[in-house]
């Protein structure tokens, strides 16, 4: 057996015990997760893309299986039952023939139906109806439950870590392609097909779609188209793009100056990564996650300040709300089997953590704790819809502001673990 099969089985017997506890905890004798199932265009006979219930992910890696079924009950080896019609038009679903399948009874089931439950309290896990789960005998998506799994995913364990890490490691072939294609003159489409081959994942895999932005589109933030045609200059590439491994998502940007890029943008990207690299070296068990991205601001303002796009005090610029403006998203989030991972607004206790209210979309507001693994990703982008409400601020250097503005954004995101010896960046710093 290899270590990363060891680690794996590890993984599940930890599983077990705490899924185990959460069960009696919480009054049933048993969980049924549904892996799910692709929705289907309307009037149409085409589904779209599908990504398995988190949960379900959790357990078995499988992140494309759909019409699953895992029953989990304490002291029992769980049931993985698969759906298999006799159907001539696909392959059924398969497993890979991998250690991990024997900790699992597997059954094949001609309907997509859930199977039978035993006698007992139960509940059901994913999107499911009442009405389905009332048919089965059992309660669906307890809150108090769902909640407790949730936070069974915050902290990782070593094969969780091993997987992530691979992701970031194959990820990383992606950026490189990516790069080069930019270098070589590429379009946005030329750049995302580079990636694809990179990491060679197809996109309906991938964790999310990635974004890539040339130019002023790097400073929107969820661009999501793919131009076809180069633009006539290359002034910047900004691509966020992961990959999963056995499940586990690895989520990653750089910011590339091009060939035509205002000489100022260069360094600017150098200052924004300067920043990611010491919030990472911050991190550490008992760290407020929510002082940290406030940390992020005052180093932004002073980004502003030394590169002479604000003249005020680093002070005055973090006080007038400017920063907000020019990153108006949160430093980062949890990773696991789900790009955003679940658990990061609750507290150890399943306390709601809300966000503070001047920075609303943080998606992480907890105490750090070693295990967890977050994405740094701080950033400074030129959004005229934003920077509008600050037109009559004449301490803006606008025209350097404006001379900016085709250069779109910068961001730069790392995935790394939280260890009680400090920061593991599990994405690997080549360039
Ligand atoms: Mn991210």
């Known amino acids: 057996m290899t270590e990363s099969e060891r680690q794996q089985h590890d993984h599940l017997d930890v599983l077990m015990q705490a899924y185990t506890e959460a069960l009696a905890a919480h009054g049933v004798d048993g969980v049924l997760l549904y892996s799910g199932r692709p929705a289907r265009h309307f009037g149409d006979d085409q589904d779209t893309s599908f990504a398995a219930y988190g949960h379900f992910v959790h357990w078995t890696g499988q992140a494309q299986l759909a019409h699953s079924w895992l029953l989990i009950r304490p002291g029992v080896q769980p049931t993985l039952t698969l759906h298999a019609p006799a159907d001539f038009w696909h392959l059924p679903a398969r497993l890979p023939e991998e250690p991990w399948v024997e900790r699992f009874r597997v059954e094949a089931r001609e309907s997509p139906e859930p199977p039978p439950l035993p006698p007992g309290r139960f509940a059901v ?3 499911v109806t009442n009405d389905l789960a009332q048919a089965l005998g ?9 909640a407790a799994l949730d936070e069974l995913r915050v902290r990782k364990s070593d094969y969780e870590v091993s997987c992530l890490r691979e992701a970031n490691r194959r990820a990383m072939a992606g950026h490189r392609a990516a790069r080069e294609a930019f270098e070589a003159g590429g379009a946005e489409f030329d750049i995302q097909l580079a990636y694809l081959s990179g990491v060679r994942q197809r996109e309906s895999e991938l964790p999310y779609p990635n974004i890539v932005g040339l130019n002023a589109h790097g400073g929107v933030l969820h661009y999501q188209h793919y131009d076809t045609a180069p633009p006539a200059a290359r002034r910047s590439l900004l691509v966020d793009a992961g990959r999963r491994y056995r499940g586990y998502c690895a989520d990653i940007t750089r910011t590339w100056a091009g060939g ?12 924004v990564t300067a920043l990611q690299q010491r919030l990472i070296t911050d991190l550490a068990p008992g760290v407020s996650y929510v002082a940290l991205h406030e940390r992020m ?13 604000v003249d005020a005090s680093a002070e005055a610029v973090l006080a007038s709300g400017l920063t907000r403006a020019f990153c108006p998203h949160g430093l980062g989030h949890l990773l696991g089997v789900q790009v955003h991972d679940v658990g990061g607004r609750v507290d150890a206790r399943g306390q709601p953590q809300p966000p503070p209210a001047e ?3 943080l998606r992480l507001t907890r105490e750090l704790e070693a295990g967890m693994v977050v994405t740094m990703e701080p950033g400074l982008y030129i959004i005229p819809m934003l920077l509008e409400a600050h037109r009559h601020r004449p301490e803006v250097n606008w025209g350097r502001v404006e001379h900016l503005a085709d250069h779109g954004g910068i961001r730069i995101e790392d995935n790394v673990l939280v260890t009680a010896d400090g920061p593991d960046n599990l994405t690997p710093r080549e360039h």
Do not use: R, S, W
């Open 125 to 127: 896990l994913g999107d």
């Open 138 to 146: 059992a309660e669906a998506n307890p809150p108090g439950l769902v």
């Open 260 to 271: 035509d890029a205002t000489p100022e943008f260069a360094p600017l990207i150098e200052g």
């Open 297 to 309: 601001h005052e180093g932004l303002a002073a980004l502003l300040v030394a590169h002479g796009l």
């Open 359 to 361: 920075h609303p979309v």
